[in-house]
């Protein structure tokens, strides 16, 4: 029996019903007179310098309210990283689909019609697609001079076209490998795959007829969109309200993108402007995730004890860095895997190419890296004869063990995780049985992931009649965000979750909050919504002690009612105290919550001087997957997944499994089936019909495994745990693949032409890395 | 050379532009796909059983949505002072206007049709229109059944029609009349006018498919009419959100009208619902001024010195209290006037007839009181031949005086209007000379209102490039609010207005505010405005001294910078300092302010066991007004108005200069042309053609004398005096007709019949009243 109320149960979502009724809207979906339509003209070369350009039969085209463009925009650097964007760039286009201009158009129609009217004059440059061409000394510059850029990050690294270099380490990694009985060394690649959320990015400018202006948009953060809008057209930021719609799934890909074109369409036409990408163009515009190689060099002693890794990642940003020194840093940072490393050593390089720009996507390095580290630790544990999760018990973190920033985490339940997967799994290190011309096997893998980060604020307020309004900046963009508020709000507050009402995400609105990313919200906002509600309860109980003339200490919370337990008539509703006065008078209950994740400081080589907070809090977690490889097709179909994490309390059990069995589905297709395929700088899928993702059919049985140990520093004990879900699921399957067909596909993903290959014998992918054995 | 940067300039309204240009959006500009068109059927009848309600043919007319009425909706009681109203009465209708049903459909010409399609049945009742009529023992009932009914208001004095006795009174008031050498004795009477705002009441409702929504109102308080309609509709404030729209005018009349009805038609059809009342519903189902009848009983001194005050005031408020006994309250206080009586008794009587319901209108008893307070001191004065202004210096209060409920007020600046007025109009006592079959005259009055009450609450917050956030609950209604918060804001963070974005007027998104009203938002708002804005001013200040290790004491703000005097090195801009660790940490810098009006608590009988506070601050002022009468047509024109005003510092100069301007301009059509005229219970002048406003021509040049003496408890020094700019206006154009043909018209509107009635000797108006002497 939980000694919770609400928390642990599995509660409805609150954007469920009308997202199901079709009562929801998005973005386009709304309707302010006169909108018009906006359209942006993307570069048809992937790298060129613009000559000339020409709007002006576009401008004078009947229907056509503005054209934006190098020509009349600001050119104002910006970026997450390294600033190295403008809205249009004069001088040239790096990707096949940089902006060259935008209108906005009475209709799509017309606006279509004036990007055709647009007259752009190239002179094509050679191009470069592979990063590791990229990195050659002779390889076209797809940025001339860094010089130019400012950065978030230190590009101290920065040559040719690596935006930057970065890294973690610990130990001695050469004294590491000199005390190894053996190393391996393997290098890994993976695919870009993109978010494929369902909704594509949209967004909708209106002029607020005061030389600023409102934004709906499908992001998953208002509050840095704000800030943007606001710097690269030139506004005060309180020139800028931005509003966070109904979000049709993020994935860490909802950053701005069509957002500071609307904008500007808008300020420049006086009207409101809806710009949606079309399917194709959130592929080509949208911020997929990174291709990567990962070389991995290991170091173990005959008893399988690992004594050094050495990594080195190679991350293709494409044409500008986004996130991608961050997510390459993530990935040098989970490249020593969940183990008891002692001696690391694990740089990764974000490299330039004239290719699409990639971004954030669940993960955020992690899969890259753990499917590498995974896969090796199945290899290792081939070639010493452990069992693969032995292997991974002996070299688990636990209690007290530090991360490889030097940063301590006192509790670690990665065992928990190890020991519990593999009773779920029958586990006896002995391969599944096999028949009728099809092979059995499995495949454990262990990920960990961040949960949690920077600072957070909310409000809580009980109304006249006792009910109480939640109020947050985080937006929901589809895991139940508001319903954990809501429920955490509800907990404290001995109330119910239909009595709690959550705004969220309007700048105009809400306290201040970072985007919806990093596994941080049901952490972070989850432990500021609790603080607020504590305030809240806190000056209820103190009224009702004024009131009712008896110490604050001998009353209870519950049913909307403070009171005095045994006295009935000592007993003052949350209504009538909303309206009372306490000792320090009247007014409305308040509750503030204000919360900054904790963590030593980091300090990368990379990043700039100032040290940044370490992780706020860990989340470990195990999958073991059991396929079944077809060896006539090459076809690897997935059997079971069982997935053991490591959760802390609970909030809402609907909410976690789902997240679950989406993120564990989106491990399956980054395992198997998804894949951006390019033709040199051209995608050549950029529809949901020619890129696949799983459907129902490819999802097997999923056995969800909660570990529920309560975070310490979490709210009720609770931690994100969204992104760990597909971390080690790639990894996993790969393992199972190898122990069903003894076939060790090393790049994803895993194609049924490449299991063939690898049954033939060894083959090359047209990236050029083998895979079968090496 | 003032001490402020930003107070006591003219600066341009946040909201002028857009108003001027047709960029601002009122309730009914809106366009939400599939809005209905939202209309309610009134009662025919003042007063009437209702024996049968059949709206079925209104329900199967095509394009018909919703159909409310008494049959399907909650019979909840609620009102603002006596819970005597219910969205729909089953049983009778009070007044011509009385909601019967409301009807939803998808144009006004269905809605208007299947209002003539739903069938009433009415027996009529005996009705009663006088509010003298209606305290006699056998007058018809309005209200059949006291005891049914809350209140917020004590109802122990209800009898019949009289829904609340109201008193307040001092001293001894019979030992005071025994100790006066003279008494007088004169009844006054005021008439209806309308607040005549220019955008008539509208309500524009939409459900969130969640069972609740949002509510865009014309409305003086959001917070309130969430409140309302949650409890009307028996629904969790969490599932109301009230957004106040942009406010075509109030003046105390926009209390909460459409809203109710918008709101359930919105909920019954699942659509959005638009209810925009017509100029002529606006004036039946409004809440304009209540007429009175005030008989005051004045004892004095042979010097002039006033000894005893009696006051009986009679206030029609039509079919249902609404604010009724609150302002007759008003009334009784302000019935003193703004002189040292030390034996006062005052009683109000709120009285029910079959007419529509009166309601608050700027000024809340004060007009009705000093009107006929003010028109006695003028009868005396010219009894005991001293100068009328003399007079009002020997009576008038002072520093350290109390009030009529034993508040003392430390500072009285009303001797300084009096002396800084007739300074101005070159007062000397003598009549003004006249000619040309006109004659001249002039006439001084003085009064007060308060100003401030109630809790406030506001943020400010410095966002990422160092501009300034206000949020309050506040809403806009037309007197600059939102450019004062930003003002204050600015003033105390050292940032230009420009730099200031005021968020208001959300329930969901701003901190908790009540109405506009009660001259309380520059005193109360600017308060909490100002304290906010200190509070994240201390928090720039202690980060920047931890991040520049100096002493926070060495540091100044301005220029969106802090920095050490002297030292240019030593310093931070705003910006930065948003997004830097203090001693505590880093987080957006989020300033509160949490104030609550002070004053001694009052009792008055009426009133609830509860001790009420006492009033905030209070502002006096002194009018002269001078005045040339057509003898032989009657007509009164007003030549010039000086207005002295005890306004503390000046937060807006342009601002001030406008409310003085249309607060004297509505004063003046108070005393002259203004009336709501009836025949029985129906309104016979419900147009703005029939019914006559002051235009730009009827109003004389105004001479605005501004006494800015700081107001202690007041931000920065400042208070409120929208309200009182109107209080003494008709008092001293009575005064000046008198002064100009011997005319004393106690009855307003002081219109051309009945100035000639008075010149022909004694006449009788319609309600009985004796004018010219008595």
């Given at each position: 029996m939980s000694e919770y109320k609400v928390l642990g149960r599995d509660i409805p979502r609150i954007d469920g019903a009308p997202k199901a009724s079709g009562d929801a809207k998005y973005t386009a979906d709304f309707h302010l007179p006169g909108t018009l339509c906006g359209r942006i003209l993307r570069s048809r070369h992937p790298h060129a310098r613009i000559l000339n350009l020409d709007t002006q039969k576009a401008e004078k085209?009947?229907?056509?309210?503005a054209v934006i463009s190098s020509k009349n925009t600001p050119h104002i650097y910006y970026g997450v990283?390294?600033?190295?964007?403008?809205?249009?760039?004069?001088?040239?286009?790096?990707?096949?689909?940089?902006?060259?201009a935008a209108v906005a158009a009475t209709d799509a129609d017309v606006a279509e019609e004036a990007l055709s009217l647009i007259e752009v004059e190239y002179e094509e440059l050679p191009a470069v697609f592979d990063p590791l061409e990229a990195m050659k000394p002779d390889a076209p510059l797809?940025?001339?001079?860094?010089?130019q850029y400012a950065s978030t990050?230190?590009?101290?690294?920065?040559?040719?076209?690596?935006?930057c270099r970065t890294w973690f380490g610990c130990g001695d990694v050469e004294k590491g490998f000199a005390e190894s009985d053996e190393v391996f060394e393997h290098t890994f690649s993976t695919q870009q795959n993109h978010?494929?959320?369902?909704?594509?990015h949209a967004s909708l400018a209106q002029p607020d007829g005061r030389d600023g202006l409102t934004v709906w948009s499908s992001t998953q953060g208002v509050f840095n969109l704000q800030a943007l809008v606001a710097k690269v057209w030139a506004?005060?930021?309180?020139?800028v309200r931005v509003i966070g719609s109904?979000?049709?799934?993020?994935?860490?890909?909802?950053?701005?993108?069509?957002d500071m074109y609307a904008a500007g369409l808008a300020l420049r036409s006086g009207k409101p402007v809806l710009l949606q990408f079309t399917r194709d163009e959130d592929f080509i515009a949208g911020l997929p995730r990174h291709p990567t190689t990962t070389k991995i060099r290991t170091g173990v002693n005959r008893?399988?004890?690992?004594m050094a890794r050495e990594a080195k990642l190679d991350y293709d940003t494409g044409a500008y860095a986004d996130h991608g020194p961050a997510i390459a840093a993530g990935g040098a940072f989970y490249a020593r895997g969940v183990y008891r490393v002692p001696n690391v050593s694990a740089e990764a390089y974000t490299v330039y190419t004239n290719k699409p720009i990639s971004g954030a996507f669940r993960g955020y390095g992690a899969p890259q890296s753990i499917f590498a580290g995974d896969s090796q630790m199945d290899i290792i544990a081939r070639e010493l004869d452990i069992d693969p999760i032995d292997l991974r018990r002996l070299n688990a973190m636990d209690h007290g063990d530090s991360l490889v920033n030097g940063q301590k985490l006192n509790e670690v339940w990665l065992k928990k995780t190890l020991d519990s997967a593999a009773r779920h799994a029958d586990w006896d290190g002995k391969p599944l049985s096999s028949g009728n011309g099809k092979r059995r096997g499995r495949g454990a893998a262990s990920g960990m992931h961040v949960s949690g980060g920077l600072s957070s604020s909310a409000n809580v307020k009980v109304m006249d009649d006792g009910t109480v309004q939640v109020s947050s900046?985080?937006?929901?963009?589809?895991?139940g965000q508001i319903t954990m508020a809501a429920m955490v709000a509800a907990e404290e507050l001995g109330?119910?979750?239909?009595?709690v009402r959550v705004v969220s995400a309007d700048t105009d609105a809400t306290p201040f909050e970072y985007y919806t990313?990093?596994?941080?919200v049901t952490y972070n906002v989850g432990n500021v919504v609790r603080l607020a509600a504590e305030d809240a309860k806190r000056q209820l109980v103190e009224r009702a002690a004024h009131v009712l003339e008896v110490?604050?200490?001998d009353l209870a919370v519950a049913d909307k009612k403070v009171f005095m337990p045994g006295a009935p008539e000592r007993s003052m509703t949350f209504a009538r105290l909303s309206k009372a006065k306490g000792p320090k008078g009247g007014g409305p209950i308040l509750g503030r919550g204000v919360f900054e994740a904790q963590g030593p400081p980091i300090n990368v080589?990379?990043?700039?001087?100032n040290p940044r907070p370490g992780v706020a809090t860990m989340t470990f977690c195990t999958h073991i997957a059991e396929v079944e490889v077809?060896?006539?097709?090459g076809e690897v179909e997935v059997l079971r997944l069982i997935c053991s994490h490591d959760?802390?309390?609970?909030?809402n059990l609907g909410g976690i499994i789902g997240q679950l069995q989406g993120g564990v589905t989106q491990g399956l297709g980054y395992a198997l089936i998804e894949e951006v395929v390019y033709s040199g700088g051209v995608?050549?899928?950029?529809s949901l019909v020619d890129y696949k993702v799983p459907n129902i059919l490819d999802v097997p049985p999923i056995v969800h495994d909660f570990?529920?140990?309560?975070?310490?520093?979490?709210?009720?004990g609770a931690k994100g745990f969204s992104e760990a879900v597909l971390v080690p699921t790639a990894a996993a399957i790969a393992n199972a693949v190898e122990d069903a067909i003894g076939v060790r596909v090393k790049?994803?993903?895993?194609t049924p032409e490449k299991v063939l290959k690898g049954l033939a014998g060894c083959g090359k992918t047209p990236m050029g890395w083998c895979f079968g054995q090496d």
């Amino acid at each position: 029996m939980s000694e919770y109320k609400v928390l642990g149960r599995d509660i409805p979502r609150i954007d469920g019903a009308p997202k199901a009724s079709g009562d929801a809207k998005y973005t386009a979906d709304f309707h302010l007179p006169g909108t018009l339509c906006g359209r942006i003209l993307r570069s048809r070369h992937p790298h060129a310098r613009i000559l000339n350009l020409d709007t002006q039969k576009a401008e004078k085209l009947p229907g056509v309210k503005a054209v934006i463009s190098s020509k009349n925009t600001p050119h104002i650097y910006y970026g997450v990283t390294i600033f190295d964007q403008v809205l249009f760039d004069p001088e040239k286009v790096r990707y096949l689909g940089d902006e060259i201009a935008a209108v906005a158009a009475t209709d799509a129609d017309v606006a279509e019609e004036a990007l055709s009217l647009i007259e752009v004059e190239y002179e094509e440059l050679p191009a470069v697609f592979d990063p590791l061409e990229a990195m050659k000394p002779d390889a076209p510059l797809v940025h001339e001079d860094s010089g130019q850029y400012a950065s978030t990050f230190d590009v101290k690294g920065r040559t040719g076209n690596v935006a930057c270099r970065t890294w973690f380490g610990c130990g001695d990694v050469e004294k590491g490998f000199a005390e190894s009985d053996e190393v391996f060394e393997h290098t890994f690649s993976t695919q870009q795959n993109h978010q494929t959320y369902l909704e594509p990015h949209a967004s909708l400018a209106q002029p607020d007829g005061r030389d600023g202006l409102t934004v709906w948009s499908s992001t998953q953060g208002v509050f840095n969109l704000q800030a943007l809008v606001a710097k690269v057209w030139a506004l005060p930021m309180t020139k800028v309200r931005v509003i966070g719609s109904i979000v049709g799934g993020g994935f860490g890909g909802k950053k701005p993108r069509a957002d500071m074109y609307a904008a500007g369409l808008a300020l420049r036409s006086g009207k409101p402007v809806l710009l949606q990408f079309t399917r194709d163009e959130d592929f080509i515009a949208g911020l997929p995730r990174h291709p990567t190689t990962t070389k991995i060099r290991t170091g173990v002693n005959r008893d399988g004890r690992i004594m050094a890794r050495e990594a080195k990642l190679d991350y293709d940003t494409g044409a500008y860095a986004d996130h991608g020194p961050a997510i390459a840093a993530g990935g040098a940072f989970y490249a020593r895997g969940v183990y008891r490393v002692p001696n690391v050593s694990a740089e990764a390089y974000t490299v330039y190419t004239n290719k699409p720009i990639s971004g954030a996507f669940r993960g955020y390095g992690a899969p890259q890296s753990i499917f590498a580290g995974d896969s090796q630790m199945d290899i290792i544990a081939r070639e010493l004869d452990i069992d693969p999760i032995d292997l991974r018990r002996l070299n688990a973190m636990d209690h007290g063990d530090s991360l490889v920033n030097g940063q301590k985490l006192n509790e670690v339940w990665l065992k928990k995780t190890l020991d519990s997967a593999a009773r779920h799994a029958d586990w006896d290190g002995k391969p599944l049985s096999s028949g009728n011309g099809k092979r059995r096997g499995r495949g454990a893998a262990s990920g960990m992931h961040v949960s949690g980060g920077l600072s957070s604020s909310a409000n809580v307020k009980v109304m006249d009649d006792g009910t109480v309004q939640v109020s947050s900046g985080v937006i929901e963009i589809g895991a139940g965000q508001i319903t954990m508020a809501a429920m955490v709000a509800a907990e404290e507050l001995g109330v119910s979750v239909d009595d709690v009402r959550v705004v969220s995400a309007d700048t105009d609105a809400t306290p201040f909050e970072y985007y919806t990313a990093a596994s941080r919200v049901t952490y972070n906002v989850g432990n500021v919504v609790r603080l607020a509600a504590e305030d809240a309860k806190r000056q209820l109980v103190e009224r009702a002690a004024h009131v009712l003339e008896v110490p604050a200490g001998d009353l209870a919370v519950a049913d909307k009612k403070v009171f005095m337990p045994g006295a009935p008539e000592r007993s003052m509703t949350f209504a009538r105290l909303s309206k009372a006065k306490g000792p320090k008078g009247g007014g409305p209950i308040l509750g503030r919550g204000v919360f900054e994740a904790q963590g030593p400081p980091i300090n990368v080589d990379c990043i700039d001087g100032n040290p940044r907070p370490g992780v706020a809090t860990m989340t470990f977690c195990t999958h073991i997957a059991e396929v079944e490889v077809d060896e006539e097709t090459g076809e690897v179909e997935v059997l079971r997944l069982i997935c053991s994490h490591d959760v802390g309390q609970i909030i809402n059990l609907g909410g976690i499994i789902g997240q679950l069995q989406g993120g564990v589905t989106q491990g399956l297709g980054y395992a198997l089936i998804e894949e951006v395929v390019y033709s040199g700088g051209v995608i050549e899928n950029p529809s949901l019909v020619d890129y696949k993702v799983p459907n129902i059919l490819d999802v097997p049985p999923i056995v969800h495994d909660f570990i529920e140990e309560p975070e310490p520093t979490g709210p009720f004990g609770a931690k994100g745990f969204s992104e760990a879900v597909l971390v080690p699921t790639a990894a996993a399957i790969a393992n199972a693949v190898e122990d069903a067909i003894g076939v060790r596909v090393k790049d994803l993903p895993i194609t049924p032409e490449k299991v063939l290959k690898g049954l033939a014998g060894c083959g090359k992918t047209p990236m050029g890395w083998c895979f079968g054995q090496d």
